[in-house]
């Protein structure tokens, strides 16, 4: 390229076309090379760039999920703290009003007819008012602390029962089939005479004619604040709320019966009954079935507890849950039954008839959470009676 020769510059008419002159060949190179420097920092830019665009995403997508990590178990361990607080909060609570009612119970001894009458319903109405605060906190306690509040409830009742049958002894009414007024009229002073208060059983023959006229002795147990029914076979019993409100009403030993409670009963308690179908207004408490089998059942009430039943149909309207305990077979519905006046005993019994939670159901023989209990179930909506008699 460089000319050699002695004037060391040639123009183009002494060496030829093509020749430039010396700084303008050193101009040209000098641009070349800044040229391809500039080619290669591009180059170099256009890589970085690329791995600048793709490594940070993997690493912001990586960054976000191990944060979306670190909340999930962050929200775990403040739910778990919160539900131990309000456990702990339920525990301490309810045990002090549970020591509180049995301090009252305890110092309950015979005197004014009417103080003691006031203070056993301020106890009942202590122990449903606890029995309400339960049902309210069964969402965030565990099946132990559960079974252990259900228990001491259960002792407070009887407690109070034992207590009013001691302090408050008073003749109380049986129920009777429709068939059995005929024979009413015609007892005799001697039978009536029998029929006293001391009366410890009802037979199979009376119990089928229509009851006692005494106190109701069921398995082996009297009580004289309890209305009771037993020992019946295909009898229809309808009773209204003048007889059984805000009574404990104890149904037992019946086979093909239909009995329908029109009113509102503190409890009910249904033992040992086959191929019934038992309808009740709402129960302001607790109802407890033991021993049931090819029922149908319509009620409503705070709570529902279920023992050793199987195959029943049970239309409900609970404001908890409905527990159920070494049961098969049994299958619920929204509550459908209706009477004139059961308006004005939900109002007596201060169920909420807007909250029904009547398909949540506790089985204590089915723990695990991954799949449902095969003891119980829904009842297909073309299946559900519409209709009653």
């Known amino acids: ?81 919160v539900r131990e607080e309000k456990s702990d909060f339920f525990t301490s609570a309810f045990n002090k009003e549970k020591a509180a009612i049995e301090d009252v119970l305890s110092g309950c001894t015979e005197g004014d007819g009417g103080t003691t009458a006031t203070v056993l319903e301020e106890v009942s109405s202590r122990i449903q008012q606890l029995q309400k605060f339960l049902n309210d906190s069964m969402a965030f306690l565990t099946q132990y602390e559960l079974r ?42 001697d039978s009536k005479k029998e029929d006293s208060p001391g009366s410890t059983a009802v037979d199979g023959t009376e119990g ?10 069921v398995d082996g147990v009297i009580s004289e604040q309890q209305c009771g029914l037993s020992n019946a076979d295909s009898q229809v019993f309808v009773k209204g709320a003048d007889e059984i409100q805000q009574s404990d009403v104890l149904l037992t030993h019946l086979s093909n019966c239909k009995v329908k409670l029109l009113g509102s009963p503190s409890t009910l308690h249904i ?63 929204p509550f459908s039954w209706s009477y004139p006046g059961m308006e004005a005993d939900f109002e007596v019994s201060g169920l909420d008839r807007a909250k029904n939670n009547w398909s949540q159901v506790d089985d204590f023989n089915w723990l695990s959470a991954e799949s449902p209990s095969p003891n119980w179930g829904v009842i297909p909506e073309h299946e559900r009676k519409s209709e009653w008699d």
């Open 1 to 81: 390229i460089f000319d050699q020769s002695e004037d060391g510059l040639l123009g183009s008419d002494q060496k030829g076309c093509g020749v430039l002159p010396l700084n303008t060949k050193v101009h040209f190179i000098m641009e070349a090379v800044v040229a391809s420097e500039k080619g290669a920092c591009h180059a170099n830019e256009d890589e970085e760039s690329s791995g600048k665009s793709n490594v940070p995403e993997r690493l912001l997508k990586r960054d976000q999920e191990r944060q979306e990590e670190l909340l999930r178990r962050k929200e775990a361990k403040e739910s778990l703290s």
């Open 148 to 189: 252990q509040a259900q228990a001491s409830l259960q002792k407070l009742q009887s407690t109070l029962g034992e207590k009013r049958d001691k302090l408050m002894p008073k003749k109380k009414f049986t129920f009777r089939s429709r068939n059995a007024g005929t024979s009413k009229s015609k007892e005799s002073p």
């Open 271 to 333: 033992k040992h009954v086959r191929d019934c179908e038992i309808l009740c207004g709402p129960v302001s408490s607790s109802i407890f079935l033991d021993h049931c089998s090819g029922c149908t059942f319509a009620f409503s009430c705070q709570q529902l507890r279920t023992h050793n039943t199987t195959d029943c149909q049970v239309y409900l309207h609970v404001t908890s849950r409905a527990i159920i305990e070494d049961c098969s077979g049994v299958r619920f519905a």
């Open 208 to 217: 089928r004619a229509g009851g006692s006229r005494g106190p109701m002795a």
